[in-house]
């Protein structure tokens, strides 16, 4: 797999787990780099289960919620699985009020979204 900028891409038996880079994803360019990273995981290199561990972030923008419902959208057209872990309330506050906790997958830790799939 090429280099990522913006994330940390780890492979744990089948399961692909993928750390940000970034503390605070905010600004455009970060989030369509980030998107473009994410999605070539699943389209390009063929991961079908892939784990997003956000225990390095402290904020996410709407924008970057956008690009994660694209990509439920491109893993599920791939017969995969999405899982996401390690959410600070903070955010995982977002995640309820948009009601996206019922769209997604959330575990609390790594090895219990790992023992998930």
């Given at each position: ?34 998107g473009q990273e994410l999605f070539q995981l699943i389209e ?20 970057a919620l956008g690009k994660l419902i694209t990509l439920d ?13 390690n959410i600070r309330a903070e955010i995982l506050e977002v ?23």
């Amino acid at each position: 797999m090429a280099a990522h900028r913006r994330l940390d891409v780890s492979e744990v038996g089948d399961v692909t787990v993928v750390r940000f880079r970034d503390r605070r994803i905010l600004d455009e360019t970060s989030i369509q780099e980030l998107g473009q990273e994410l999605f070539q995981l699943i389209e390009e290199y063929g991961r079908k289960k892939l784990l997003l561990n956000f225990s390095s972030v402290e904020f996410l923008s709407s924008a970057a919620l956008g690009k994660l419902i694209t990509l439920d959208k491109k893993v599920k057209a791939h017969t995969g699985k999405l899982k996401l872990t390690n959410i600070r309330a903070e955010i995982l506050e977002v995640f309820h009020i948009t009601k996206l906790h019922k769209l997604f997958d959330i575990r609390d830790d790594e090895a219990d979204a790992l023992a998930s799939f």
